[in-house]
């Protein structure tokens, strides 16, 4: 059988329904381009940066170049946009997409949608040019899925100054960022308030969790705060409740599901390009019924879930998008990428459990994409509490 070029079958760039078509013409053309660069400048490194456990920082000047901070606030984007964006970053690498997760979504998305004006103005130059890199600090070492109504980190006013107190766990980037914005429960009115911490200020510290198996590249990391004083200068303005803090965390949400949506775009395509070069009893893999039923389920799979989120990323262009529906996406295309990612690591046998050829570390990296912004069992609850007007947990 003759030899097939996998980069010439059809629907290489794996959009079956032709989704993409939805886009402007200048959004396509910008989507070419950053899938372009990624597969130059990330896919051919990422394994060996996810091997060693370390992060890129090389690679911050050349993100910031790309110039794909902010697409939708600052740039002007369709969300439809900004979500094939993300998707692409997952499917280069999935460390790489939650690097820039943290700091564009959680962190930038706190000062754009929470800060003041005058705040806005002259933190956010230096954060869509990558020249302050941002963390987001919110869960605890016992707070996750619970810490809207149980956050244990504390906040008191002293004159023109907050005194901050208490841990943060897995907060991603914090090992070398410039800035955090840290959530802390207002010991005056209960309610949870943003701070913007410069970490080099005294009684801030940050160390890196260890032993992951998954998201290696990106640096998480346990954060402890001794009396550290803030400026009320850099308490963001909008930030005095939890449900200022949610609107912050619907978005991301969604950005995540996309992850998702990306997850499943890379398991297709090292799963086909393995099932077509493989040879197995004198012939490839993907001439037995068994594989293609595996490879149209994991495309399936891709193609509900981003359906799903097109649609989704409408209805948040239109203002009309809402918890519960970034809720149940969250939840639906994750359990559709673990899925996928499971028989794609099958169709790979042995090789699907090391990294040399690319489906371990699309495999163990969808755990944590399952886990993270509210988990599949919080975000169906969600879902469920909308549609029987019955709250399920507290």
């Known amino acids: 059988m003759a030899t097939i070029d996998v980069d010439n079958l059809p629907y290489a760039d794996g959009d079956f329904y032709a989704f993409e078509e939805l886009l402007s013409d200048k959004e396509r053309d910008r989507l070419l381009e950053v899938r372009a660069w990624l597969k130059a400048e ?11 456990g370390e992060f890129p920082h090389h690679m911050i000047p050349k993100i910031a170049e790309l110039d794909v901070m902010s697409p939708v606030y600052r740039q002007g984007h369709s969300n439809l946009f900004a979500g094939l ?32 004006e005058e705040q806005k103005a ?5 954060i869509y040019a990558m020249k302050k890199i941002g963390a987001f600090g919110l869960t605890e070492p016992l707070g996750g899925s619970d810490v809207a109504g149980g956050t244990r980190t504390t906040a008191r006013r002293d004159g023109d100054n907050w005194i901050l107190n208490g841990e943060k766990r897995w907060i991603g980037n914090a090992t070398f960022s410039d800035w955090v914005v840290i959530y802390a429960r207002d010991v005056a009115d209960n309610q949870v308030k943003g701070f913007l911490v410069d970490t080099k200020t005294e009684g801030y510290s940050a160390t890196k969790i260890e032993n992951k198996i998954a998201l290696r590249t990106v640096q998480n990391a346990d954060i402890v705060l001794d009396n550290v ?6 308490h963001l303005k909008g930030a005095n409740s939890f449900k200022d ?19 499943q775009m890379a398991a297709f395509d090292v799963a086909r390009k393995y099932a077509v070069e493989r040879q197995q009893f ?18 399936g799979n891709t193609v509900s879930s981003m359906g799903m989120m097109v649609r989704l990323a409408q209805l948040e262009d239109l203002g009309r998008a809402k918890d519960e529906q970034s809720a149940l996406a969250k939840a639906f295309t994750t359990a559709r990428m673990r899925e996928s990612v499971a028989l794609g690591r099958s169709i790979l046998g042995g090789n699907g459990i090391v990294t040399d ?37 507290v």
């Open 357 to 393: 050829y690319g489906m371990a570390k699309i495999f163990a990296d969808a755990e944590a994409i399952y886990s993270y912004e509210g988990t599949y069992e919080i975000n169906t609850l969600v879902t469920g509490r909308a549609i029987t007007g019955v709250a399920a947990f």
């Open 229 to 234: 004083v803030v400026s009320d200068d850099f």
């Open 282 to 299: 004198g012939k490839p893999l993907a001439s037995f019924q068994l594989v293609q039923e595996q490879l149209v389920k994991i495309l």
């Open 85 to 116: 964006c993300h998707a692409e970053f997952t499917r280069a690498d999935t460390s790489f997409a939650t690097f820039l997760g943290v700091h564009d979504g959680l962190f930038t998305g706190s000062i754009e949608a929470l800060a003041s």
């Open 42 to 52: 990330v896919t051919p490194h990422a394994a060996d940066w996810w091997n060693a």
């Open 245 to 263: 803090t949610n609107k912050v965390l619907k978005v991301t949400r969604l950005a995540v599901a996309w992850q998702a949506v990306g997850q």
């Open 122 to 126: 002259a933190w956010l130059p230096d």
